[in-house]
């Protein structure tokens, strides 16, 4: 069984290997990686990996092209090719999402047997804050960060909805891939059989378009969420806010951003079992000599930039905002 993932990556070498660790752990087999404007080591840690068989690194046609929304051009791409209709299940996600199956022995296999009439599963993702950790450390995500978004109560203004990405079987007939899910042709909706994260058949939802999100009543956990470290430390939010946004380059407001995500009122450990298990997968990578030469060089990398980025006015005013936003949540929660 082929199970093909589809993800873009700018400057996130520090944390790369444990996302790749993990994921190659509970199935995915078929790792394709495309890389931008890197100044941080990840595209020499992709060739790497890409040399040692791990997984498939390209260049983000975004690059030749000289285009921005670099996620666009990369699903633009992929979908002139063959490989996706002739894998097995194929899912588009990012490297700070990372797939945390809760049924079974927390495995693709296991998801896809809990839900065997399923060829399509909407992943809601499960927002994780800062969960109280300040500074960067060459640390795993899924051990550092346990506090996140309740999985029932509302966090946007007008809709109680949570974001989506799609694990997709060929069976499902998709017309072709997107960022979140695949469309479908309109006279072939009869092959989509969908569930959401608790197994629960989805019959509700346009499939000719792309999913984003799910409201209160479709979305659900149960079987399998999507951790989205969204913001990682508050010293490394500082990386996220230098590196950009991928897909709008003009998004400037950082503090926005945080305030949208930083909510830690779910002590969340459904990773946690995998923990050491990831761990030892990602020291085995590092037994190679070069990508753990290039692994270390990133971590410096992220040190050093965070030290000079602490020293800029308008970086010193975020980290000022984020720190009274923190404090008054703290308050709030204590009273």
């Keep these: 069984m082929r199970i093909t993932s589809i993800t873009p990556m700018k400057n996130e070498a520090p944390f790369l290997l444990e996302w790749v660790a993990y994921h190659r752990m509970i199935g995915v087999n078929d790792m394709l990686v495309f890389s931008n404007d890197c100044t941080d080591g990840t595209n020499l840690m992709l060739e790497r990996l890409d040399e040692m068989g791990v997984l498939r690194h390209y260049p983000n046609p975004s690059m030749y092209l000289d285009r921005d929304k670099h996620h666009l051009q ?23 999402e990372f797939i945390c199956v809760n049924t079974g022995k927390g495995h693709l296999e296991d998801l896809f047997n809990a839900v065997p009439d399923a060829n399509m599963v909407v992943m809601n993702q499960h927002n994780f804050g800062c969960s109280g950790v300040v500074g960067f450390e060459d640390r795993l995500l899924t051990e550092q960060f346990q506090y996140a978004w309740d999985k029932e109560k509302p966090y946007h203004p007008r809709l109680n909805r949570r974001g989506t990405k799609t694990l997709t079987h060929r069976a499902a007939q998709a017309k072709s891939w997107h960022n979140h899910s695949p469309v479908f042709h309109a006279d072939k909706l009869d092959k989509v059989h969908c569930v959401n994260g608790s197994g629960k058949r989805l019959t509700d939802q346009d499939f000719t378009k792309d999913i ?12 399998v969420q999507l951790n989205h470290y969204a913001l990682r430390a508050v010293e490394t939010y500082l990386l996220k806010v230098h590196r950009g946004n991928a897909n709008h380059a003009d998004a400037k407001d950082a503090m926005a951003y945080w305030r949208r995500y930083d909510h830690n009122d779910l002590h969340d450990t459904n990773i946690s079992r995998m923990v ?14 070069e990508l753990r030469s290039l692994h270390e060089g990133a971590v410096d990398v992220a040190r050093r930039r965070i030290a000079t980025l602490k020293k800029q006015p308008d970086m010193q ?13 703290q308050e709030a929660a204590s009273a």
């Design 212 to 223: 984003k999100s799910l409201l209160e009543g479709s979305f659900g956990f149960d079987l």
């Design 74 to 96: 990369v699903i633009k791409y992929i979908n002139t090719s063959e490989r996706l209709p002739r894998s097995d299940w194929v899912v588009s996600f990012d490297v700070d």
């Design 276 to 289: 050491p298990d990831i761990a030892t997968a990602r020291d085995e990578l590092l037994k190679d000599a």
């Design 317 to 329: 005013d975020l980290l000022r905002r984020i720190e009274r936003y923190r404090a008054r949540n």
